[in-house]
């Protein structure tokens, strides 16, 4: 095998791993982004949860003033 070919393979060795990496990363994003979407609609369910449960109680407070 001359240097050429030698550089070549070096080459698509370092392609072929870089590619790899950025399979993972990706992956990696998606999967953090689904949970980060997730958790939010989490988070949103709360806030619509104490808003009914804040605005329940105002009937009350205005009963008391």
Not at 3 to 24: H, M, N, R
């Amino acid at each position: 095998m001359n240097e050429t070919e030698t550089e070549g393979k070096l080459i698509f060795q370092q392609l072929y791993w870089l590619s790899e990496v950025a399979q993972k990363t990706l992956a990696l994003l998606e999967y953090k982004h689904s949970f980060f979407l997730s958790n939010c609609y989490v988070q949103i369910q709360k806030v619509k949860e104490w808003k009914r449960e804040s605005l329940s109680f105002l009937p009350l407070t205005k009963k008391l003033f």
